[in-house]
Structure formats: structure tokens, C-alpha cells
């Protein structure tokens, strides 16, 4: 099928579809940020996608920088992914029983993360952050949990305080529902600034880069420090790679600022659009996950045969090649949006951490959820998002999610976005 051409050709529109989700679906969705709602209006439904492409249900094509908030960095229906899973799928859906290719998922992270020794396959970012979390505790004999205002680890209930992208984009600081003893020893800092830590903490979780209050950058120094914090006082530093993992470089953010936390966890990246998940360690801490040890954590579809032949298909492509690329397209978007909105006379910041890119309608870059928050107000990356999403380029419905680019986003299609952007500054600029 050529990605120029549509296969769909039902009369279903977003509308209708949308009307009939809204009755059987909270919100008419099964994840809250692409209700559209920080950003208003009707969600386009996927009908089908390829490459850098996605069609709605009325046929429309969209350039898409959402690339399901990151798994599919390759761009979609890849067809080493797609062969795989589909040979995968004949072989029987999961079984119950270990399979070769876990190990060789495992083999092939442990290989390309510096300090990780050995892994466990889950089946979502929440449930390895989740489970990173119980590790730390078990291990360390220590209840309290440090996280960073705006950094996201899922939605585990110790987890969800002060979160970013999808919490954040609802306007929520908690979540109903998750009582106050468990989050009882979860303290939140400022992101950015090391914190006092004691001997009562058992992790500092951290996204390397924060990428769920839009993009915001570790400043000099900040990971290196909190590594040094931790050892002080015997916490664990607890990396959620799960939008880093694999993005960033080979061996993520461990091998791109050569700071090695003692856990990780990961996501979306090793799934190649499969529900996965990853947590890991040295062989030490490992050997408190039961069986080996008390930390209990297991799984009916973890380990899942599509999944593992979805991920590895996509760790194979994963090269050093596809990493300049995805920086080389990450950086001339990022210059090139920067270019077209100051022309306007519009302020704007596009951070950037390897292919790591955001957007802000601000002049200076935030450092914290605190700055996140204020560059958000406003109804600007809200016109931002329709503009382009009229022209055919979806980014994703709201203002803390990145701009994920895929291997397959030319230096035709950036340039596309980039004229695309320039009208809708113009537009903006006259008001
Ligand atoms: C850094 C980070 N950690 C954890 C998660 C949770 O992953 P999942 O949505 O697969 O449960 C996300 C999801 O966006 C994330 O960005």
C-alpha cells in the first residue's frame, strides 16, 4: 500500500464515532489525553496508519508527530515489525512458558544499557515504573519515594502526585480515588534542583529528560548530583527511561549523560507498538524480584511472543544511523519552528535534548513544572494544534507532550510542517 493512498473508504465520521464513544467510554476514550479536551474539538478516529502517516475515518490524511506519545519511532506498520508479529501471531498469541526471544530481548537491553544486568518484561510503562518502585523498596528496606512536580511514572497509585502530561493537560495535581496513605511517602521536589535527601529514602525517580510537562532539560550537572545525593544516603536513583529508553541514544539516557541510576524502567520504544513494559538492575538488586527474592511482581502477558517480536524487530533497526536522523530531524524541526513563529513575532521555545523536542509559547525555556505551567497558560498552543491539525500535521492534543518525530519524517515532510507552522503564525500573529 502506498502511504499517499487511503484503504478507507466507510462514511463513519470523527463525529458520530466520537458521539457513540462518549456513551460507552469515559470521556469517549481509553486514555484521557486524546479526548481533546485542553485543547477542544472532536477527536480524529485512526482508521489506519503507515509510515509517518495517519488516515481518520473519513479518509483524511494527517502528518502525525503523535506516534502513539512514542512507541513507534520507526514510523507505523513498519514491515520488519509488522512481518514479525505477523509470523509471531501464527506461531500461537502467548503461552504461559518462557520463550527464546524474551531472552533475547533481555540479552539485547542488558547489552546496550550501561550497568544493567538483568531485566524483567512487563507489559506497560506503569507497571515497570510501578514495579521499579516496589523493587527500590524491597531491596532497600526503605518506604519513602522521592519524584519531581511534573515528571510522569504511570498511574500506580504512589506514583500519581503532582504528574505531568496527561494529568497535567486534565488540570488535575492528584487523582481522586488514590487515598492519602498511598501517597503518604511519596515526596515531590522541584525538578532541577537536587533534594535534601535521608536515610528514610529508598529511590529518587526521575525522567532524565522530562518529557511530560512538555520538554524540559535536566540543567548541567543535575543528574550527576542527584547520583552523588543518592549515594550519600544509600537511595537508589531511579531512572523512568520509559520515553528516553532507546530514543535518546543506543543505550538511552544512561549511555547519552554517562549517569548510571541502580534501577530502570522503560516502555513504548521496546514494545515497537505492542504493550511493553521493562524494568531492570544489577544482578544484586534483581535478585530481590521473587522467584530469586520477597519482591513479588508477575504477569499473565508479560513476556507476551508479539510483543517480544515487536520489540525486537524494532531494537534491530534501532542503529546508530537511525539515531542521527532521528536528532537530525528532531533539530531542524525544533529551528525550523522556532523560525517561523519568531518571524511572526511570536515568542517561542522549542527545547530539544537529542531527537527530544518540545514546543512553548514563551521566550525563555522552563526549568520546572512551576515555569511548565505558567508557559502553558493561555490559549496559544491550543490555536497552535488546530492550525496544523487543519493543515493535515496532527500534534498531540495537548500542551506537555512532546513532538515525537520517527525515522521516516523526511527533511520534506519537516520542511512541510515548517510552512505549515509559518501560515499558522501569521495567522496567529494578526490575531
Ligand atoms: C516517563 C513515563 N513513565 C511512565 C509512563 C507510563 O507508561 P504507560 O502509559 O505505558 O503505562 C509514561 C507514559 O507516557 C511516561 O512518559
Not at 544484586?284 to 520477597?294: D, F, K, R, T
Not at 522549542?350 to 525555556?365: E, M, W
Amino acid at each position: 500500500m502506498s502511504p499517499y493512498t487511503s484503504t478507507v473508504s466507510n462514511a463513519l465520521t470523527n463525529a458520530a464515532l466520537f458521539e457513540r464513544a462518549q456513551k460507552v467510554m469515559p470521556g469517549g476514550v481509553n486514555s484521557p489525553v486524546r479526548s481533546f479536551r485542553s485543547v477542544g474539538g472532536t477527536p480524529y478516529f485512526v482508521a489506519n496508519a503507515e509510515g509517518p502517516w495517519v488516515w481518520d475515518t473519513e479518509g483524511k490524511r494527517y502528518l502525525d508527530y503523535v506516534m502513539s506519545y512514542g512507541p513507534c519511532i520507526l514510523g507505523h506498520a513498519n514491515p520488519n515489525i509488522v512481518d514479525a508479529v505477523s509470523v509471531a501471531a501464527g506461531q500461537g498469541t502467548s503461552y504461559g512458558a518462557p520463550t527464546e526471544r524474551e531472552v533475547l530481548m533481555a540479552e539485547e537491553m542488558c547489552s546496550r544499557v550501561p550497568g544493567m544486568e538483568m531485566m524483567r518484561l512487563v507489559s506497560s510503562g506503569t507497571e515497570a515504573a510501578m514495579s521499579a518502585v516496589r523493587l527500590a523498596r524491597g531491596a532497600t528496606g526503605r518506604d519513602v519515594i522521592v519524584k519531581f512536580a511534573g515528571n510522569y511514572h504511570g498511574h500506580s497509585d504512589n506514583l500519581l502526585a503532582a504528574g505531568g502530561s496527561g494529568i497535567a493537560n486534565q488540570g488535575l495535581s492528584g487523582c481522586d480515588g488514590v487515598p492519602a496513605g498511598a501517597v503518604a511517602d511519596t515526596i515531590v521536589a522541584p525538578y532541577n534542583v537536587v533534594p535534601e535527601l535521608d536515610s528514610s529514602v529508598a529511590a529518587v525517580a526521575v525522567e532524565p529528560v522530562a518529557a511530560n510537562m512538555g520538554v524540559v532539560a535536566p540543567g548541567e550537572g543535575f543528574l550527576r548530583d542527584l547520583r552523588a545525593a543518592c549515594d550519600d544516603v544509600g537511595a537508589m536513583l531511579l531512572f523512568d527511561e520509559v520515553i528516553t529508553g532507546f530514543r535518546l541514544a543506543r543505550g538511552g539516557a544512561t549511555e547519552y549523560f554517562g549517569v548510571q541510576p541502580d534501577v530502570w524502567c522503560f516502555g513504548k520504544v521496546i514494545g515497537g507498538g505492542l504493550p511493553v513494559g521493562a524494568y531492570g538492575a544489577s544482578r544484586e538488586i534483581m535478585g530481590s524480584v521473587a522467584p530469586l527474592g520477597g519482591v513479588y511482581q508477575g504477569g499473565t502477558l508479560s513476556g507476551n511472543p508479539l510483543a517480544t517480536a515487536a520489540g525486537l524487530a524494532a531494537l534491530e533497526q534501532l542503529d546508530a544511523s537511525a539515531y542521527s536522523t532521528l536528532e537530525h530531524l528532531a533539530t531542524r524541526l525544533g529551528d525550523g519552528l522556532e523560525t517561523a513563529f519568531r518571524s511572526a513575532g511570536i515568542d517561542v521555545v522549542c527545547p530539544r535534548v537529542g531527537s527530544l523536542l518540545g514546543i512553548f509559547f514563551t521566550d525563555v525555556a522552563p526549568t520546572n513544572f512551576d515555569e511548565a505551567q505558567a508557559a502553558v497558560e493561555g490559549d496559544r498552543y491550543k490555536t497552535f494544534f488546530h492550525g496544523m491539525l487543519e493543515r493535515g500535521i496532527a500534534l498531540a492534543p495537548g500542551p506537555y507532550e512532546m513532538i515525537f518525530v520517527s525515522t521516516v519524517h523526511t527533511d520534506e515532510l519537516i520542511d512541510m510542517t515548517i510552512a505549515a507552522a509559518a501560515e499558522v503564525a501569521g495567522e496567529m500573529a494578526a490575531g
